[in-house]
């Protein structure tokens, strides 16, 4: 038996639930943060990725661009495909194609108060981040609970996410803990797993790369933007000309050299002249670039080999929903008969 696989309830692999919303392409953050984990434990996981659009009208500037979102679903399956998530194993969906979430979202929103909600930094950040301001909708409150359906409704163990995500995974604890409490045991408490870079920094520097901020490397970067997009990064702010010792910690370019450049040999001898003095920007940008065009190199390959195949994406999309509403329907039912909602 392996760490996998369940020790009560025979031998069913322990699940993954991780996903996206749809609000468009991925990017080298979400890589970092979720899509390696994916990637890696899809074998050892029963996995299932959402992609989701329904958590994508949240925002203001989607809640009136359905065709964006649409296209969104398509752009982050073909992603979650090109980094090597295996469709014959994973299980991919739509969130608004398994209806049954929605009840499990509703049934959640009556187990935890407004104020709650409200205490989330995640939701602060976004405010501040998006310029929400005061007008946020009651969706966007809602957002972490209907996560938590996506995650309890096919009753996932483990989560791979980006740090950001972490207070939505303890909302969705305590949950369980609130409805196994309240009505009796249906759900088991899921368990959050970050990347190996929780939280990867925006070419500009802000703390996250993020496809709503402008500061974003897509896993489908054509190689002349990318060169463009290194060559304008933001690094150590104080260094003035390329003689002056720099600053390593902390700044992007050598985060990004750090998380995808293989050649770890070079990124220790840059490091060492950049603290010297003895090497510029300019030349540690072109190196940058040069590892993360061999990262993204087999990835653009199988986006576009995707890209021009959407009839199968649908078709996976197609399949997915059948596999993932099969196990939401099994859940809705404990739900419902612990909750005397089966009446009639
Ligand atoms: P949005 O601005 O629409 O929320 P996003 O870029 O934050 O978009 P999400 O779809 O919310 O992307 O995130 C998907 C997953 O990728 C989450 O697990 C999230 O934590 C992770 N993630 C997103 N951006 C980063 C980042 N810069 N570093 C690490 N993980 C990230
Ligand atoms: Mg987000």
Redesign the pocket.
Known sequence: MNDATESSGGSRKKRIL???????R?????Y????ENRVKLQDEYETFVII?DL??FA?PK?VSDPEKIARSVFD?TIANLAVGMDPSKVCFFAESSVTEIYKLGVIFSMLVSHNRALRNPTLKE?IR??NLGDKFSMGFVNFPLLQAADILGVKADLV??????LPHIELAREIVRKFNKTYGEVFKEPEPL??K??????TDGNT??????DN?IYLNEPEESLKRKVMGMYTDPNRIHPTDPGTVEGNPVFIYHDTFNSNEQEVEDLKQLYREGRVGDVEVKEKLFYALNTFLEPIRERYNHYESRLEDVREILVSGKNKAQEEVRKTMSEVENKMKLDLI
Request: hydrophobic fraction near 35%; avoid cysteine.
């Open positions: 991780t996903g996206d919303n749809a609000t468009g991925l990017h080298l953050g979400h970092a943060g979720s899509l989701a958590h994508a925002y989607y982050v976004e981040d998006k791979p996410v980006g740090e950001d995500q970050v990347g870079v929780s939280r990867l920094v925006g996250k790369m993020s496809k709503s901020l974003a």
